[in-house]
């Protein structure tokens, strides 16, 4: 028996195809979506074509757009659980939730339905009573076993209590959504348990809250108004969890391009205009640079080939050994707390995206502070989306928003500016990217000389 080909195209190598990936990887989204919809007018059923023009829509935060797209994928090429996925994530991100969680429900048996984010979702979807039903007898006999422990009334007791000043929390994430953080705060899990700290940048200790996610509580300091999980364990979620140092989450970050030679190039050209606009040396002859929570060394090593003298500090054993052993770089395994440099020894530090993991950014600014020489410089690189003002999807955002379960604290530029200042640094630099869908800034710092 001859076995048919399937009735859809995948072949990406039409010279339309790459020249309109060139067009979005420059950065020309809607030229790449007009090149693609002239491609796909000849070629109705090339559902990699397809699969590209949706991408490029959600990337112009289109779901609108990418919807349809995703759609005719599902129709061709059924057995795709990506566009599935695609699919119900537009219709959440587009307040849909029953056509959500009909296509969420879709997934499963595919690896899709065992992520995180698809369950929680699922769960937002659900209509509350539903849910209610079917999971009150086991959460109420879940509350009175936890109930002998120690301090567990307490901690459940003042969240009931305050139920009223959270009203539009819980509106926000629907009552489905806070239960569901009710079950694994209190009742499948042990967060409860977790220190409730000040704020770390004011040491406030009036906060309102802001959002709910698995087991998570999002406040803001009533003072500063910087946000933050209400409970966060020691040293953050990163050491706790393991989660870069699973074969998992390297691959998902080398897919996301933090290796690659083009996204390197950029980093590096973004630090050099940084400095020269701060009228700062870059590179500097003889510097000496330690990056905190190196990954696996890429950047560090364009560092080292600028004339640096690097060293570096992450979380996680397997990115350690990695930037050790395959790019000869001088790095250890630890944490914030447990970098221990001689003091004032460094010109330049590096700190990209870690900030936000932590549960205490400010101690990421002390450490630096006795490690650089005076005049020296630190670089911070993280998400500056003022999230309140955002709209509901792009709080669920799992990268820059609420949802990403890993970011313990969530900033604005102004606050990243008074941590600097606070911490005797002097900001003389700064770059925003993606402002219109991933707000990242990047902030530079000198270290005065005279720090009171
Ligand atoms: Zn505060």
Known sequence: MIESSPPYDLDNSYPEI??????????????????????????????????????????????????????????????????????????????????????????????????????????????????????????????????????????????????????????????????????????????????????????????????????????????????????????????????????????????????????????????????????EPFPQTHGSAFEIGFGQGHFLKEIEKLGYQVRGMETAPKLVAFATMELGLSGYVGSVETIDETPESYDLILAYHVLEHLDHPSRLFEKVSGILRKGGCLVIETPVAELAKMPFNKQMDDSIGYANYHHLHFFTPPHVRQYFEKHGFEVVGEYLLYPDTHPTGGFLGRKKETVI
């Open 18 to 279: 790459q020249s309109a990936i060139s067009q979005g990887r420059r950065g020309n989204n809607s030229e790449a979506a007009a090149t693609l919809e002239a491609f796909i007018e000849d070629h109705p059923n090339h559902v990699g074509a397809l699969g590209h023009l949706a991408h490029i829509h959600e990337l112009r935060d289109r779901p609108d757009l990418a919807l349809p797209v995703y759609l005719r994928i599902c129709d061709l090429a059924p057995e795709y659980p990506l566009a599935r996925y695609r699919l119900a994530e537009c219709y959440f991100d587009l307040g849909d939730y029953r056509k959500a969680r009909l296509n969420y429900l879709k997934l499963d048996g595919s690896p899709f339905f065992e992520d995180e984010n698809v369950l929680q979702r699922l769960t937002l979807c659900e209509p509350w009573p539903k849910r209610m039903a079917r999971q009150a007898p086991r959460a109420l006999f879940g509350i009175i076993k936890k109930f002998g422990q120690s301090g567990f009334a307490s901690s459940f007791c003042k969240e009931v209590i305050s139920i009223p000043s959270q009203n539009e929390a819980i509106g926000k994430v629907g009552v489905s959504g806070w239960f569901s953080y009710l079950n694994r705060h209190y009742i499948s899990g042990d967060a409860w348990k977790d220190p409730k700290n000040p704020c770390d940048l004011c040491g406030g200790e009036k906060f309102e809250t802001v959002f709910f996610y698995q087991d998570q509580k999002v406040v803001r300091c009533l003072e500063c108004g910087l946000e933050t999980v209400e409970r966060k364990p020691p040293e953050g979620l990163d050491i706790q969890t393991g989660y870069y140092d699973r074969d998992s989450t390297i691959e998902e970050f080398i897919g996301l391009g933090w290796r690659d030679e083009k996204t390197l190039q950029l980093r590096i050209d973004l630090l050099k205009s940084l400095f020269q606009k701060a009228g």
